[in-house]
């Protein structure tokens, strides 16, 4: 079965200041990752793939394989990227769709 | 067409009503979802429908009860429910099971926010 673990409920960090989600997974097959953002209000939105190593909105994350981690980096953080961050995972197979981990609440304070 | 619709956003019943949720997607995603999301806490999967097709069903009591009825549309229907039902329901969808979704992942819509009294 897959798993995903977000270890930090909530992650305070002054503007300006560098920003680490952390995401470990759990996954007997090829596992994809994603990282969603759901900000204040809104609709939960696709923030990276994992498969197309692209950066949004300054945001980053590498797949380490031997730690079984996903982790989201951004060099200095703004106060715009407040917001609650889950961490997901699917299977390449039809009977392991997406699921989530905790969620991380990013507070960014001016 | 790139969004995943969903009504009403808001909605309150009684434990002895039936009301059904809608989904609505023109992206030509043939697979599509719904999950529950409560207060701070994750998405959780309830259904999965693969070409109008229910492949996958999360244990769900059966109070809730989804339909498609065909591929842009995704109904839930819910009847009786329990006051611990109220949640945020999201709908999502993908190009379709497996290698399309693990590429792009889902598109979710703006969820309904459901309160049983």
């Known amino acids: 079965a897959q798993r995903v673990t977000q270890p930090e409920k909530l992650l305070s960090v002054f503007k300006g200041a560098p920003v680490e989600l952390k995401c470990n997974y759990s996954y007997s097959g090829s596992p994809e990752l994603f990282w969603y953002v759901q900000y204040s209000r809104q609709r939960l939105q696709l923030l990276l793939r994992?498969?197309s190593r692209e950066s949004i909105k300054g945001f980053t994350a590498d797949l380490n394989k031997g730690e079984t981690s996903f982790h989201l980096k951004k060099p200095f953080a703004q106060e715009e990227d407040s917001a609650m961050y889950y961490c997901a995972l699917s299977g390449r197979g039809g009977n392991t769709p997406l699921v989530f981990g905790k969620g991380t609440r990013l507070s960014v304070i001016a | 067409d790139t969004e995943v619709t969903q009504t009403p956003k808001h909605l309150v019943m009684g434990m002895t009503n039936k009301k059904s949720l809608k989904c609505e997607q023109h992206m030509g995603h043939r697979a599509m979802y719904w999950y529950k999301q409560k207060a701070k806490k994750p998405p959780e999967l309830m259904f999965v429908y693969s070409y109008e097709k229910l492949s996958i069903n999360e244990s769900v009591p059966s109070r809730f009860s989804p339909e498609c009825p065909n591929s842009s549309l995704l109904n839930l229907h819910l009847h009786a429910l329990q006051p611990e039902d109220s949640a945020l329901y999201l709908c999502?969808?993908?190009?379709?099971?497996?290698?399309?979704?693990?590429?792009?992942?889902?598109?979710f819509g703006s969820g309904t926010r459901l309160t049983v009294v």
């Open positions: 999502a969808s993908s190009q379709e099971e497996g290698l399309q979704a693990f590429l792009y992942g889902y598109t």
């Open positions: 994992h498969i």
